[in-house]
């Protein structure tokens, strides 16, 4: 059962442009959600997080929405900029005894930004 | 600052021959620490997580296992290896905070041939 899903494998985006990923999930006890970036060969880097309990964070570039109602989330980054080419992992925790956060990902989305 | 360190970056393996991965963690102490795996044109599984020396929690039934033999230390092993092993693997370590997502190493491509 994928908890966590990116629908979109892939996505092309004109340099300068917005990107917006989306990221849908099922298990509404996820009480954080997070995006990271992962070049090839790469282990994935921390882009940013949302906090259940917020419905937009923002930070320089990207922005993530949060509609809990929908079980959905976005990531967006604008203006969009060659370097942000990459895979995106959405990715989602739900509250655990003994300080242990366990993240559930999902397949990941490729963005490729055009010159 | 806190680092993590994971070796070999690559490896290639014959079927049936056994599996050692090792990732470190300076910097920290007491982390949690994570060993994912990447299969071709798929997501990030979780494969085994670690709170402590010593105690391990696996995610899914494989070929494998992990040990926790010192507190910034975790090995990923393997007697015999299968094709289906092959894959990008990852460790990982957070701290016991919520939100705060994991830090990851960089990776070993593992090729079982």
């Known amino acids: 059962d994928q908890q966590v899903k990116q629908n979109s494998p892939s996505l092309s985006v004109q340099e300068g442009r917005i990107s917006i990923l989306n990221c849908d999930y099922t298990?509404?006890?996820?009480?954080?959600f997070l995006w990271y970036k992962k070049y090839p060969a790469e282990g994935p880097t921390f882009l940013i997080s949302?906090?259940?309990?917020?419905d937009k964070n923002e930070d320089g570039r990207f922005t993530v929405f949060l509609n809990k109602s929908a079980k959905h989330l976005s990531l967006h980054i604008v203006p969009s900029q060659p370097g942000d080419s990459a895979v995106y992992f959405c990715?989602?925790?739900?509250?655990?005894?003994?300080?242990?956060?366990?993240?559930?990902f999902g397949t990941g989305t490729r963005l490729t930004i055009i010159p | 600052s806190q680092t993590i360190h994971q070796w070999p970056a690559t490896l290639v393996q014959p079927v049936g021959s056994p599996l050692s991965l090792e990732c470190t963690v300076e910097?920290?102490?007491?982390?949690?620490l994570y060993w994912y795996r990447q299969a071709a044109g798929r997501g990030l599984q979780l494969l085994f997580y670690?709170?402590?020396?010593?105690?391990i929690s696996s995610e899914v039934p494989q070929n494998l296992s992990a040990s926790r033999p010192q507190d910034r230390q975790f090995i990923l092993s393997s007697k015999k290896l299968l094709l289906s092993d092959s894959g990008f693997y990852l460790c990982?370590?957070?701290?016991?905070?919520?939100?705060?997502?994991?830090?990851f190493g960089s990776g070993t491509r593992l090729t079982v041939v």
């Open positions: 990982a370590w957070s701290v016991q905070a919520r939100g705060r997502g994991y830090t």
């Open positions: 298990n509404s006890m996820f009480d954080y």
């Open positions: 949302i906090s259940s309990i917020k």
């Open positions: 990715a989602a925790s739900a509250a655990r005894g003994g300080g242990n956060e366990k993240l559930t």
């Open positions: 910097g920290t102490s007491n982390p949690n």
């Open positions: 670690s709170v402590g020396i010593g105690q």
